[in-house]
């Protein structure tokens, strides 16, 4: 099946975000995101799933293990089983990206809480 954002599953999360589910399998997850300016994802970890971002409009802001990574369009950070993570838009500008996870995140997101 072609997928793209007009027939793909969408779901709001966080503040106002946006993701469409191009593929969901057990072994692969495939989504194209949205974040308005000035917002964030909780930091996380996945027990089993490694995600693989790539920045499709914008800039984003990786706050991963105690380090800060920043990276625009056409680049993307690859983010291993166990890491604690978050993603940021700290810009004035709309950020649009892809994040495929494998195997896919379902029951395996952890949150971490202060």
Not at 13 to 39: F, H, I, R, Y
Not at 44 to 53: G, I, P, R
Not at 64 to 80: F, R, S, V
Request: one cysteine or more.
């Amino acid at each position: 099946m072609i997928t793209n954002k007009d027939n793909a599953q969408h779901y709001t999360w966080g503040e106002n975000c946006n993701s469409w589910v191009l593929a969901d399998t057990a072994g692969l997850s495939v989504k194209q995101e949205s974040m308005p300016p000035g917002t964030k994802e909780q930091l996380h970890f996945h027990k089993n799933a490694q995600q693989y971002f790539f920045i499709l409009k914008g800039v984003a802001t990786f706050h991963c293990d105690n380090e800060t990574d920043t990276i625009g369009a056409h680049m993307g950070i690859l983010i291993a089983a166990g890491t604690k993570h978050f993603i940021a838009n700290e810009t004035l500008h709309e950020l649009e990206f892809l994040v495929i996870s494998q195997p896919n995140t379902i029951n395996d997101r952890i949150l971490i809480t202060n």
